[in-house]
């Protein structure tokens, strides 16, 4: 679990931690940034440090504090049946600035469903849950963060779950067809990655390998080029797309 080394923040620096660029007190409501003795101050907010591979919370656990990632990345895991050593599938990759396994605080009951393990050493903070529904209340920036990735780990749950019966190659041409605009289909385009390969191989649920065989297959066939490490050029987002809807292997299986 988390290690005890902790770091107290005042009250008047918890808003910055919410959207780093920002100063302190952005999100606070008009006028009140020095004051927030409307949010009945706790004693304080907790900053703690984890190393790599480090469980923050495990699926199944009731919630405790509202946890922020402050530094450092964390892998989000589904657990998967109910043995004694149940199979764990990576999920997500959770980056700083964000909130972990969020929506199990509006759960009843209040129950993480994820577990979250380290990638590398980061700090994350954790708010009282009664103060951080305070601020959520009066901060309509924090709200709308918070519902931007809600709606963004959806989308992504949505299309892994779309994905799911698809073969590797099949996930491949759909990330990168993803990437490009729908005005743009019929021209090059570059797609700059946003995320290492590796990174982006756990998204699809595929070895990392896989991911190097099917690119270098696909560019072999002209329908990709590697214009450096994090680009990839697209010639014609539609010939991508036909070889999507000929696989063989994956024909039946879209909905």
């Known amino acids: 679990m988390l290690a005890p080394n902790t770091l107290a923040v005042p009250l008047q620096d918890v808003s910055s931690w919410f959207r780093y660029q920002d100063p302190p007190d952005a999100h606070?409501?008009?006028?009140?940034?020095?004051?927030?003795?409307?949010?009945?101050?706790?004693?304080?907010?907790?900053?703690?440090?984890?190393?790599?591979?480090?469980?923050?919370?495990?699926?199944?656990?009731e919630t405790g504090p509202v946890l922020l990632l402050m530094r450092g990345r964390v892998q989000m895991f589904a657990e998967e049946g109910s043995l004694p050593t149940p199979i764990s599938a990576p999920r997500d990759i959770v980056e700083s600035g964000n909130y972990l396994n969020i929506a199990a605080h509006f759960l009843t009951p209040s129950r993480y469903f994820m577990t979250a393990r380290a990638m590398?050493?980061?700090?994350?903070?954790?708010?009282?849950?009664?103060?951080?529904?305070?601020?959520?209340?009066?901060?309509p920036e924090t709200q709308r963060d918070l519902?931007?990735?809600?709606?963004?780990?959806?989308?992504?749950?949505?299309?892994?779950?779309?994905?799911?019966?698809?073969?590797?190659?099949?996930?491949?041409?759909?990330?990168?067809?993803?990437?490009?605009?729908?005005?743009?289909?019929?021209?090059?385009?570059?797609?700059h990655l946003e995320t290492k390969r590796r990174e982006i191989a756990v998204r699809l649920d595929i070895r990392e390998e896989t991911l190097s065989r099917i690119l270098t297959q696909l560019e072999k066939d002209g329908l990709l080029f590697s214009l450096e490490r994090s680009a990839i050029s697209v010639p014609k987002a539609e010939q991508l797309h036909a070889r999507l809807l000929a696989c063989p292997r994956c024909r039946n299986k879209r909905a």
């Open 28 to 61: 606070l409501p008009r006028g009140e940034a020095n004051d927030a003795s409307h949010l009945e101050q706790p004693r304080e907010i907790e900053v703690n440090r984890f190393q790599t591979g480090e469980i923050l919370f495990q699926g199944g656990d």
């Open 120 to 139: 590398e050493p980061g700090q994350v903070m954790l708010m009282d849950k009664a103060f951080f529904e305070r601020v959520l209340r009066d901060s």
């Open 147 to 191: 519902m931007t990735q809600m709606a963004h780990e959806l989308r992504e749950r949505t299309v892994r779950l779309q994905q799911e019966p698809w073969c590797a190659s099949c996930r491949v041409i759909h990330y990168f067809l993803e990437r490009v605009p729908g005005d743009r289909r019929d021209a090059p385009f570059t797609v």
